[in-house]
Structure formats: C-alpha cells, structure tokens
Nanobody, 121 residues
Framework: QVRLVESGGGVVQPGGSLRLSCAAS????????IGWFRQAPGKEREGVSC????????YSQDSVKGRFAISRDSTKNAVYLQMKRLKPEDTAVYYC??????????????WGSGTLVAVSS
C-alpha cells in the first residue's frame, strides 16, 4: 500500500527556515518521480520542486529558486524540502506526491495529506 506522510510544517516568521519531510511506504523513493506541491488559500495547487527517476531536480516556481532545496534519501525512504528565507507568499499547505514523471500535479498518482506552512510576523 502506497503511503506518503508529510511533517515539519508550522508557523514561522518571515526570513525563517523550515524543513519538510515526506516519509514514503509501499514503494522505493529512488524508483519514482517524487516532489513537493503547494496550495495557498483560494489558489490552485502548484508545483514547487520535484526529483525525477534520473535524479534531475526541477523547481517550478522562480520565486523559490535559491531558497528551497529538495533532496531524497533512499536509506530512509524519504524526501525533504529545505526552505530558507521564507516569505509570507510561501504560506500554503505543502503536499508530497509521486508519479512517473515530474511534469506537474496532474501526472502525480499518489498524494500525502499535506502539512501547513504559515509565514507570518
């Protein structure tokens, strides 16, 4: 049974950092495309970052480049999203998802339930 469980969200001040974790079970993270997506209140779900089967990393939003970093640990069967210099516009529910390719939310087959990140002073 495929399962994805996110953790690490919370409330942080602008400029702060958080590290999100996604614990996977039922499959091996190194054998799939796996990534992070987010959905802000009143907005559509959007891609944040993804790692492909070939270990290619992509960052879907120019606004997170240089601030966010995705990583995959096959020994722990987990994926992480290190977020630095957080901004209020990063506030959203962050989801971990997996699929065959890093081509967007519609191509992801399995989703976690999300973890809330709130950036506020």
């Amino acid at each position: 049974q495929v399962r994805l469980v996110e953790s690490g969200g919370g409330v942080v001040q602008p400029g702060g950092s958080l590290r999100l974790s996604c614990a996977a079970s039922g499959f091996a993270v190194e054998h799939v495309a796996i990534g992070w997506f987010r959905q802000a209140p009143g907005k559509e779900r959007e891609g944040v970052s993804c790692i492909s089967i070939r270990d290619t990393t992509t960052y879907s939003q120019d606004s997170v480049k240089g601030r966010f970093a995705i990583s995959r640990d096959s020994t722990k069967n987990a994926v992480y999203l290190q977020m630095k210099r957080l901004k209020p516009e990063d506030t959203a529910v962050y989801y971990c998802a997996t699929g065959a390719e890093c081509t967007g939310p519609s191509t992801m087959h399995y989703w976690g339930s999300g973890t809330l990140v709130a950036v506020s002073s």
